[in-house]
Protein backbone atom coordinates (compact mmCIF):
# COMPACT_ATOMS: atom_id res chain seq x y z
CA UNK A 1 0.00 0.00 0.00
CA UNK A 2 1.50 3.47 -0.79
CA UNK A 3 2.22 5.51 1.82
CA UNK A 4 0.57 8.95 2.33
CA UNK A 5 2.90 12.15 1.80
CA UNK A 6 2.85 14.76 4.52
CA UNK A 7 3.98 18.06 5.19
CA UNK A 8 5.08 18.81 8.46
CA UNK A 9 5.37 22.22 10.02
CA UNK A 10 7.12 23.17 13.59
CA UNK A 11 7.92 19.45 14.04
CA UNK A 12 10.22 20.22 17.00
CA UNK A 13 11.86 16.79 17.49
CA UNK A 14 9.04 14.45 15.63
CA UNK A 15 6.28 13.50 18.10
CA UNK A 16 2.92 14.10 15.76
CA UNK A 17 5.60 12.95 12.89
CA UNK A 18 6.41 9.72 14.23
CA UNK A 19 3.04 8.83 15.27
CA UNK A 20 1.49 9.25 11.93
CA UNK A 21 4.34 6.99 10.64
CA UNK A 22 2.74 4.15 12.59
CA UNK A 23 0.40 4.56 9.91
CA UNK A 24 1.84 4.57 6.71
CA UNK A 25 2.20 8.22 6.56
CA UNK A 26 5.76 10.14 5.59
CA UNK A 27 6.90 13.12 5.90
CA UNK A 28 7.96 14.37 2.53
CA UNK A 29 9.27 17.79 4.35
CA UNK A 30 9.88 18.68 8.00
CA UNK A 31 10.29 22.54 8.81
CA UNK A 32 11.76 23.48 12.09
CA UNK A 33 13.63 26.76 13.09
CA UNK A 34 15.37 25.05 16.23
CA UNK A 35 18.96 23.65 14.89
CA UNK A 36 19.08 21.44 17.87
CA UNK A 37 15.67 20.08 17.28
CA UNK A 38 16.59 19.71 13.40
CA UNK A 39 19.56 17.47 14.39
CA UNK A 40 16.85 14.97 16.58
CA UNK A 41 15.00 15.07 13.32
CA UNK A 42 18.00 14.05 10.94
CA UNK A 43 19.39 11.84 13.46
CA UNK A 44 15.90 9.90 13.83
CA UNK A 45 15.33 10.08 10.03
CA UNK A 46 12.49 11.79 10.63
CA UNK A 47 12.54 12.88 6.79
CA UNK A 48 15.03 12.89 4.06
CA UNK A 49 14.12 16.96 4.12
CA UNK A 50 14.56 18.66 6.78
CA UNK A 51 14.13 22.36 6.29
CA UNK A 52 16.18 24.07 9.20
CA UNK A 53 14.65 27.64 9.23
CA UNK A 54 11.85 30.07 10.45
CA UNK A 55 8.72 28.96 8.49
CA UNK A 56 8.64 32.81 6.90
CA UNK A 57 11.72 32.43 5.25
CA UNK A 58 10.51 29.48 3.04
CA UNK A 59 8.40 30.86 -0.33
CA UNK A 60 6.45 27.99 -1.33
CA UNK A 61 8.31 27.87 -4.75
CA UNK A 62 11.36 26.36 -2.65
CA UNK A 63 9.03 23.82 -1.04
CA UNK A 64 7.92 22.74 -4.06
CA UNK A 65 11.23 22.35 -5.59
CA UNK A 66 12.73 20.29 -2.56
CA UNK A 67 9.63 18.17 -2.46
CA UNK A 68 8.99 17.45 -5.88
CA UNK A 69 5.04 18.09 -4.61
CA UNK A 70 2.85 20.27 -6.40
CA UNK A 71 -0.79 21.67 -5.26
CA UNK A 72 -2.96 18.90 -4.60
CA UNK A 73 -0.46 16.09 -4.47
CA UNK A 74 0.15 16.21 -0.51
CA UNK A 75 -2.35 14.23 2.01
CA UNK A 76 -1.91 15.93 4.69
CA UNK A 77 -0.44 18.85 6.44
CA UNK A 78 0.46 18.49 10.34
CA UNK A 79 1.95 20.80 12.77
CA UNK A 80 1.39 23.00 16.21
CA UNK A 81 2.57 26.73 15.66
CA UNK A 82 5.03 27.94 18.67
CA UNK A 83 2.19 28.05 21.59
CA UNK A 84 4.28 31.04 24.27
CA UNK A 85 1.43 33.74 23.84
CA UNK A 86 -1.50 30.65 24.19
CA UNK A 87 0.12 28.84 27.19
CA UNK A 88 -1.69 28.23 30.66
CA UNK A 89 1.69 29.93 32.37
CA UNK A 90 0.59 33.39 30.13
CA UNK A 91 -3.12 32.92 30.37
CA UNK A 92 -3.50 34.64 33.89
CA UNK A 93 -0.50 37.46 32.98
CA UNK A 94 -2.52 40.60 31.82
CA UNK A 95 0.18 42.47 30.98
CA UNK A 96 0.91 40.46 28.57
CA UNK A 97 -0.36 39.95 25.12
CA UNK A 98 -2.55 37.42 23.79
CA UNK A 99 -3.68 35.60 20.81
CA UNK A 100 -4.10 37.35 18.00
CA UNK A 101 -2.44 40.04 19.24
CA UNK A 102 0.69 38.93 19.79
CA UNK A 103 3.42 39.01 17.27
CA UNK A 104 4.10 34.81 17.51
CA UNK A 105 0.46 34.30 15.72
CA UNK A 106 2.21 35.39 12.19
CA UNK A 107 3.50 31.59 12.86
CA UNK A 108 -0.42 30.86 12.13
CA UNK A 109 -0.99 32.90 9.09
CA UNK A 110 1.81 30.99 8.04
CA UNK A 111 0.71 27.43 8.64
CA UNK A 112 -1.94 28.24 6.66
CA UNK A 113 -0.28 30.13 4.20
CA UNK A 114 1.06 26.55 3.24
CA UNK A 115 -2.48 25.10 3.51
CA UNK A 116 -3.43 27.51 0.98
CA UNK A 117 -0.29 26.71 -1.42
CA UNK A 118 -0.67 23.02 -1.30
CA UNK A 119 -4.31 22.61 -0.81
CA UNK A 120 -3.92 18.86 0.44
CA UNK A 121 -6.65 16.46 1.45
CA UNK A 122 -6.83 17.31 4.92
CA UNK A 123 -4.73 19.28 7.83
CA UNK A 124 -3.88 18.43 11.14
CA UNK A 125 -3.79 21.71 13.48
CA UNK A 126 -2.58 21.05 17.04
CA UNK A 127 -2.08 23.27 20.02
CA UNK A 128 -2.46 23.78 23.85
CA UNK A 129 -5.88 23.70 24.99
CA UNK A 130 -6.39 27.17 26.11
CA UNK A 131 -5.50 27.91 22.27
CA UNK A 132 -9.46 28.01 22.11
CA UNK A 133 -10.00 30.07 25.28
CA UNK A 134 -12.02 33.46 24.58
CA UNK A 135 -8.35 35.44 26.41
CA UNK A 136 -6.85 34.18 23.47
CA UNK A 137 -8.47 37.13 20.94
CA UNK A 138 -10.56 35.28 18.12
CA UNK A 139 -7.11 32.44 17.88
CA UNK A 140 -9.77 29.37 17.43
CA UNK A 141 -12.57 31.66 15.47
CA UNK A 142 -9.38 32.60 13.10
CA UNK A 143 -8.32 28.98 12.60
CA UNK A 144 -12.26 28.00 11.97
CA UNK A 145 -13.05 31.02 9.51
CA UNK A 146 -9.22 31.19 7.38
CA UNK A 147 -10.12 26.75 7.05
CA UNK A 148 -13.65 27.62 5.88
CA UNK A 149 -12.81 30.09 3.15
CA UNK A 150 -10.07 27.17 1.64
CA UNK A 151 -12.73 24.72 1.05
CA UNK A 152 -12.47 22.95 4.26
CA UNK A 153 -14.71 21.08 6.72
CA UNK A 154 -13.20 22.04 10.12
CA UNK A 155 -13.85 20.20 13.45
CA UNK A 156 -12.21 20.51 16.73
CA UNK A 157 -12.18 18.94 20.03
CA UNK A 158 -9.79 18.76 23.13
CA UNK A 159 -8.19 15.57 24.27
CA UNK A 160 -6.49 14.45 27.26
CA UNK A 161 -3.45 12.00 25.95
CA UNK A 162 -4.08 9.85 29.73
CA UNK A 163 -7.48 8.71 27.51
CA UNK A 164 -5.86 7.10 24.88
CA UNK A 165 -2.53 5.31 26.68
CA UNK A 166 -0.34 7.71 27.70
CA UNK A 167 0.84 7.54 31.13
CA UNK A 168 0.40 11.46 31.68
CA UNK A 169 -2.41 13.99 31.53
CA UNK A 170 -1.90 16.18 29.18
CA UNK A 171 -4.56 18.48 27.41
CA UNK A 172 -4.21 19.59 23.51
CA UNK A 173 -6.37 21.25 21.25
CA UNK A 174 -6.82 19.65 17.58
CA UNK A 175 -8.20 21.32 14.71
CA UNK A 176 -9.11 19.10 11.99
CA UNK A 177 -9.69 19.85 8.26
CA UNK A 178 -11.01 18.08 5.48
CA UNK A 179 -12.17 18.62 1.78
CA UNK A 180 -15.81 19.64 2.43
CA UNK A 181 -18.04 16.88 1.73
CA UNK A 182 -16.18 14.15 3.55
CA UNK A 183 -15.98 13.36 7.04
CA UNK A 184 -13.92 12.96 9.78
CA UNK A 185 -14.25 11.95 13.39
CA UNK A 186 -11.84 12.03 16.23
CA UNK A 187 -11.26 8.97 18.03
CA UNK A 188 -12.64 7.59 20.78
CA UNK A 189 -10.86 7.38 24.13
CA UNK A 190 -9.04 4.05 24.91
CA UNK A 191 -8.37 4.40 28.31
CA UNK A 192 -10.69 5.38 31.23
CA UNK A 193 -10.23 6.98 34.65
CA UNK A 194 -10.21 4.37 37.50
CA UNK A 195 -13.12 5.16 39.15
CA UNK A 196 -15.71 6.08 36.31
CA UNK A 197 -16.79 3.01 34.74
CA UNK A 198 -20.10 3.27 32.32
CA UNK A 199 -21.52 0.30 30.18
CA UNK A 200 -20.05 2.15 27.62
CA UNK A 201 -16.76 2.18 28.43
CA UNK A 202 -16.58 -0.87 30.86
CA UNK A 203 -14.27 -2.77 28.60
CA UNK A 204 -11.61 -0.11 28.22
CA UNK A 205 -8.80 -0.91 30.15
CA UNK A 206 -7.87 1.72 33.23
CA UNK A 207 -5.28 4.81 32.62
CA UNK A 208 -1.77 3.82 32.53
CA UNK A 209 0.06 4.67 35.60
CA UNK A 210 3.86 6.46 35.90
CA UNK A 211 4.62 3.92 38.12
CA UNK A 212 3.99 1.38 34.79
CA UNK A 213 5.93 3.35 32.65
CA UNK A 214 9.06 4.14 34.35
CA UNK A 215 9.03 1.79 37.61
CA UNK A 216 12.12 0.00 34.99
CA UNK A 217 14.15 2.92 34.84
CA UNK A 218 14.64 3.25 38.36
CA UNK A 219 17.99 1.34 39.73
CA UNK A 220 20.81 2.37 41.10
CA UNK A 221 22.81 1.86 38.02
CA UNK A 222 20.47 4.60 36.26
CA UNK A 223 20.44 6.94 39.42
CA UNK A 224 24.64 6.73 39.54
CA UNK A 225 23.69 9.08 36.11
CA UNK A 226 21.18 11.59 37.63
CA UNK A 227 21.15 15.47 36.63
CA UNK A 228 22.36 17.63 38.84
CA UNK A 229 19.72 20.00 39.31
CA UNK A 230 18.54 19.32 42.82
CA UNK A 231 14.85 18.49 43.10
CA UNK A 232 12.95 21.56 45.16
CA UNK A 233 15.98 23.45 45.68
CA UNK A 234 15.83 25.66 48.63
CA UNK A 235 12.46 23.26 49.50
CA UNK A 236 13.83 19.76 48.98
CA UNK A 237 13.50 19.44 52.83
CA UNK A 238 10.08 20.04 52.42
CA UNK A 239 9.60 17.90 49.47
CA UNK A 240 10.65 14.92 50.83
CA UNK A 241 7.19 15.01 53.28
CA UNK A 242 4.98 15.53 50.99
CA UNK A 243 2.92 12.31 49.86
CA UNK A 244 3.00 11.08 46.55
CA UNK A 245 0.69 12.73 44.21
CA UNK A 246 0.54 15.67 46.15
CA UNK A 247 2.53 19.72 45.77
CA UNK A 248 2.96 22.01 47.83
CA UNK A 249 -0.88 22.39 49.03
CA UNK A 250 0.04 19.66 51.51
CA UNK A 251 2.07 22.96 53.41
CA UNK A 252 -0.97 25.04 53.81
CA UNK A 253 -3.37 26.13 56.15
CA UNK A 254 -6.39 24.98 54.61
CA UNK A 255 -5.00 21.47 54.30
CA UNK A 256 -4.49 21.65 58.12
CA UNK A 257 -0.66 21.59 58.13
CA UNK A 258 0.37 22.27 61.64
CA UNK A 259 3.14 24.51 60.14
CA UNK A 260 1.75 26.01 57.17
CA UNK A 261 4.56 27.21 54.44
CA UNK A 262 2.61 28.63 51.87
CA UNK A 263 -0.40 29.99 51.35
CA UNK A 264 -3.51 28.48 49.73
CA UNK A 265 -3.13 28.93 45.80
CA UNK A 266 -0.32 31.01 45.88
CA UNK A 267 1.93 29.19 43.19
CA UNK A 268 1.74 27.34 40.28
CA UNK A 269 0.05 23.82 40.78
CA UNK A 270 3.48 21.90 39.42
CA UNK A 271 5.73 23.91 42.98
CA UNK A 272 6.90 20.60 44.90
CA UNK A 273 4.55 18.96 42.57
CA UNK A 274 5.44 14.54 42.56
CA UNK A 275 4.50 11.98 41.19
CA UNK A 276 2.32 8.78 42.74
CA UNK A 277 3.51 5.34 41.01
CA UNK A 278 -0.16 4.65 40.99
CA UNK A 279 -1.25 7.67 38.98
CA UNK A 280 -0.50 8.66 35.75
CA UNK A 281 1.88 11.59 35.55
CA UNK A 282 1.35 15.42 35.11
CA UNK A 283 2.32 17.18 32.21
CA UNK A 284 5.54 17.40 31.48
CA UNK A 285 6.27 20.99 31.19
CA UNK A 286 9.15 21.84 28.22
CA UNK A 287 11.68 23.85 31.18
CA UNK A 288 13.39 21.41 33.94
CA UNK A 289 13.15 23.12 36.79
CA UNK A 290 14.60 22.71 40.57
CA UNK A 291 10.95 23.77 41.97
CA UNK A 292 8.50 22.93 39.36
CA UNK A 293 7.65 19.16 38.81
CA UNK A 294 6.43 16.68 38.68
CA UNK A 295 9.24 15.24 40.39
CA UNK A 296 9.82 11.31 41.13
CA UNK A 297 8.49 10.16 43.95
CA UNK A 298 11.84 9.19 45.31
CA UNK A 299 12.44 13.25 45.57
CA UNK A 300 14.64 13.70 42.57
CA UNK A 301 14.03 15.35 38.95
CA UNK A 302 13.18 12.96 36.56
CA UNK A 303 15.74 11.91 34.02
CA UNK A 304 15.72 12.24 30.34
CA UNK A 305 15.12 8.46 29.81
CA UNK A 306 11.58 8.68 32.40
CA UNK A 307 10.03 11.90 30.49
CA UNK A 308 10.87 10.05 27.38
CA UNK A 309 8.23 6.97 28.64
CA UNK A 310 5.75 9.79 30.21
CA UNK A 311 5.61 10.86 26.66
CA UNK A 312 5.50 7.17 24.73
CA UNK A 313 8.78 8.21 22.91
CA UNK A 314 10.54 4.73 21.84
CA UNK A 315 13.66 4.50 24.78
CA UNK A 316 16.04 4.63 21.46
CA UNK A 317 14.59 7.58 20.31
CA UNK A 318 18.17 10.15 19.62
CA UNK A 319 17.53 14.08 21.37
CA UNK A 320 20.18 16.16 19.67
CA UNK A 321 21.86 18.65 22.68
CA UNK A 322 22.55 18.88 26.66
CA UNK A 323 19.83 17.74 29.08
CA UNK A 324 18.13 21.02 29.45
CA UNK A 325 17.80 20.65 25.47
CA UNK A 326 16.57 17.87 25.20
CA UNK A 327 13.82 18.17 27.78
CA UNK A 328 12.43 20.90 25.81
CA UNK A 329 12.77 18.54 23.23
CA UNK A 330 10.25 16.40 24.70
CA UNK A 331 8.10 18.42 26.35
CA UNK A 332 7.04 20.55 23.45
CA UNK A 333 6.23 17.43 22.01
CA UNK A 334 3.15 15.68 21.17
CA UNK A 335 2.95 12.34 22.51
CA UNK A 336 3.64 9.95 19.46
CA UNK A 337 0.61 7.46 20.85
CA UNK A 338 -1.98 10.05 20.85
CA UNK A 339 -0.19 11.23 17.44
CA UNK A 340 -0.99 7.41 16.15
CA UNK A 341 -4.35 7.42 17.32
CA UNK A 342 -5.54 10.55 15.53
CA UNK A 343 -3.53 9.49 12.40
CA UNK A 344 -5.41 6.15 12.71
CA UNK A 345 -9.41 8.54 11.91
CA UNK A 346 -6.66 10.64 9.55
CA UNK A 347 -5.83 7.46 7.46
CA UNK A 348 -9.69 6.24 7.22
CA UNK A 349 -10.76 9.30 6.21
CA UNK A 350 -8.20 9.99 3.45
CA UNK A 351 -8.94 6.00 2.34
CA UNK A 352 -12.78 7.05 2.19
CA UNK A 353 -11.56 10.14 0.11
CA UNK A 354 -9.60 8.18 -2.42
CA UNK A 355 -12.26 5.47 -3.07
CA UNK A 356 -14.53 7.98 -3.61
CA UNK A 357 -12.49 9.48 -5.99
CA UNK A 358 -11.70 6.23 -7.33
CA UNK A 359 -15.97 5.47 -7.57
CA UNK A 360 -16.25 8.73 -9.64
CA UNK A 361 -13.03 8.31 -12.06
CA UNK A 362 -15.06 4.27 -12.67
CA UNK A 363 -18.21 6.26 -13.00
CA UNK A 364 -16.72 9.22 -15.70
CA UNK A 365 -15.26 6.28 -17.53
CA UNK A 366 -18.12 4.15 -18.11
CA UNK A 367 -20.38 6.96 -19.15
CA UNK A 368 -17.70 8.05 -21.42
CA UNK A 369 -17.70 4.68 -22.71
CA UNK A 370 -21.50 4.22 -22.97
CA UNK A 371 -21.93 8.20 -24.92
CA UNK A 372 -18.56 6.41 -27.24
CA UNK A 373 -21.23 3.43 -28.65
CA UNK A 374 -23.94 5.32 -28.85
CA UNK A 375 -22.50 7.41 -31.63
CA UNK A 376 -20.73 4.17 -33.20
Given at each position: MKKKAIISLFSGCGGLDIGFHKKDFYSEICIESNPIMCESLRGNNVSENVICDEIQNISNKQLEKISQIRKHEVDLVIGGPACPAYSKSRFYRKEMTHGTDDQSFQTVKEYFRIVEF?????????????????????????????????????????LNSVD????????????????????????????????????????????????????????????????????????????????????????????????????????YWSFLLKLSPDLPSWTIQARRSNNMGPFHWRNRILTIAEIKRLQTFPDSYFLAGTIENQWRQIGNAVPPLLAECIAHEVKIALDRIEKKRMKELDHASCSATSYSRSNC
Amino acid sequence: MKKKAIISLFSGCGGLDIGFHKKDFYSEICIESNPIMCESLRGNNVSENVICDEIQNISNKQLEKISQIRKHEVDLVIGGPACPAYSKSRFYRKEMTHGTDDQSFQTVKEYFRIVEFYKPKMFVFENVHTFAAERQKGALNYVLQTAQKLGYDVRFQILNSVDYGVPQKRKRIFIIGILTGNQFEFPLPTHRKPEECTLIDQHLPVWKTAGEAIMGLDTEKHNANLPRHFAGGKHHHLLKDIPPGDNYLFYTEKRGHQNPQFKWRSRYWSFLLKLSPDLPSWTIQARRSNNMGPFHWRNRILTIAEIKRLQTFPDSYFLAGTIENQWRQIGNAVPPLLAECIAHEVKIALDRIEKKRMKELDHASCSATSYSRSNC
